[in-house]
């Protein structure tokens, strides 16, 4: 039996941080004129105990669901730990959502309150508690008068309770999986859970003191940015500033001058796509210049490997890191030390290139299943392309019995006081996934190396089977089609099939510097039925993928498209993940069209 320790729960988790670090700053708030008000531990702890007293003026009490459905910000932090503190249970749900989706978990879920960010998503709510018997009250963030969050503090304030303090096995937090093929599962995750996997992650980090600053881009609604972010700021009485929305992350970084970076390997990839962009349009000496700073920094990490070190190397790499490297940094506010991304492994590639210019990206690997880290590199054990050693206090089994014969990979199990206790009102999924033996069965396919660093090679529920006998994992596929700058989007399909085909969305503002220099029109209809686009991006993509993958992997046939898979039309989960049935139904006439 696993034996959690001090603190083992979100309340007490607070209470210490709020006591070591009551003067530092927890959120940095743009101000709507490119300056950012901070809010300190001490404000934030006012405010949960304030509406911990509203909560229970409101009658939550212990197993009752409090919702919330609202962006990451200060409001949703203090709102959680209220929650915890009347030792309920914590259902956040997206902004960025369907309305049915919103229904369903409020209904599954049994939400009693729930918090909404706007009066536009009130009105779409308003309705629920005619057709939920047991929501009982929504307020709104945004307002300030009655069945506002304002006034939810106020009535706590005037009726404070203390706050109750829970067991480690009792849950925390619902976090519902975006289910890519059915309906969403809301996966029990106990206070236990969260904090060994916030500790256990934060222990291979040391560096990582009150000093250090982050940038919320991810949603706290996903276990990896609610354990592995919030949770673990708040421990070390970090700071955290935020991404107002995808489209201004650049003047963010800007803005709130991170030290470290929560992410994913994406984030990176558009980053590095720019940069090659950018070098490439401004040739001559600029490129000349680029070109000299990485092959430096190449040749400087190449001689380290080895144990070795040339003062003349060292030298040519302080002066172009200088004029060179720093500039890229002071474009990311120029503080970023390092990155920890997941949901994908980094390409080795732009990993080299980060780790060069002084950001090194550590990958990691979990579900939100297992709070969710399982597996994570770090500045001390590091190794591009793997996602790292298993984390102290579990244990990761691979079950080769469903790989074919002769595969060094198989189903990963996972064993360790970071399982959820369970899919909420599922007992047959649940059965499904966790063993007799605790163990869980992540249906990932993986191996390890000889020194104990896991890789990912597949998904078991995407892979499937050629015609020919072959596997193939799609996943894998797609992302390195993605890595090419004319790419924005791709899917992979051959299930039974001869061969495989791909669906790919052009990012047009990349081909329409191809059109240019070819003259061709950069119209995105014309580009579309553009023979000679069409030949010249599957040629990219071929040549690209023919380096690392065998040739029954690389799609023979293409289908080029004009619309990318969204949340909106329902091809994307909201942590981004292709919902591939709903995309084989969207295009089957197309796709079927391809092997005819």
Known sequence: MWTYEKPDNLVEWWNKSEEEFSDND?????????????????????????????????????????????????????????????????????????LQTWKYIIRDSSVKFLLVSTPEIYEQVKGFPKEIPTLEKIFVIDSDGENSLAELEKMGEANPVEPVIPHYDDVAILIYTSGTTAEPKGVLLTHGNVTYCSRAGHRLYPDLVGNQVGISMLP?????????????????????????????????????????????????????????LKMSDAGGAKKKLFDAACAAAREKRELAAKGQSSAGVNIKHALLDKLVFSKIKDAMGGRVTGSLTASAAMNREIAEF??????????????????????????????????????????????????????????????????????????????????????????????????????????IKEQYKLSNGKYVFPAVIEEEIKLIPEVANAMVYGDGK???????????????????????????????????????????????????????????KYLFLKEDFTVENKMLTQTMKLKRRVVLDNYAGDIESLYN
């Open 26 to 98: 927890l959120f940095l708030v743009h101000d709507g004129n490119g300056g950012l008000n901070p809010i300190k531990y001490g404000e934030v702890g006012r405010r949960i105990a304030n509406a911990r007293g509203g909560l229970a003026q409101l009658g939550i009490g212990k197993d009752d669901a409090v919702g919330i459905i609202s962006p990451n910000r200060p409001e949703w932090a203090v709102l959680a730990f209220a929650t915890y503190g009347r030792n309920a249970r914590y259902i956040p749900m997206y902004e960025k959502e369907l």
């Open 220 to 276: 706290w609604a996903h276990s990896y940015a609610f354990s592995g972010e919030l949770n673990t700021w708040i421990r070390f009485g970090g700071t955290l500033g935020f991404m107002r929305d995808v489209t201004t992350l650049a003047e963010d970084l800007k803005i709130v001058k991170p030290t470290y970076i929560i992410s994913v390997p994406r984030v990176f990839n558009k980053i590095y796509d720019g940069i090659q």
């Open 498 to 556: 001869p061969y495989n085909i791909c669906l790919v969305l052009p990012d047009f503002d990349v081909a329409s510097r191809w059109a240019a220099a070819e003259g061709v029109s950069a119209n995105p209809d014309q580009l579309l039925t553009s023979e000679k686009f069409r030949t010249h991006l599957t040629g990219k993509i071929k040549e690209h993928l023919g380096e690392a993958f065998g040739r029954y992997e690389i799609p023979e």
């Open 354 to 459: 980060f780790y060069d210019i002084g950001i090194p990206t550590y990958d990691c690997y979990g579900l939100t299943e297992t709070s969710p880290a399982v597996t994570m590199n770090s500045p001390e054990e590091w190794r591009i392309g793997s996602v790292g050693k298993v984390l102290e206090g579990q244990k990761v089994v691979i079950d080769k019995s469903v790989s074919e014969a002769g595969a060094d990979d198989g189903e990963i199990i996972v064993y360790g006081p970071n399982i959820m206790k369970g899919y909420h009102n599922k007992p047959e999924e649940t059965a499904a996934v966790i063993m007799p033996d605790g163990g869980f069965r992540t249906g990932d396919r993986g191996r390890f190396d000889e020194d104990g660093f896991l890789w990912i090679t597949g998904r």
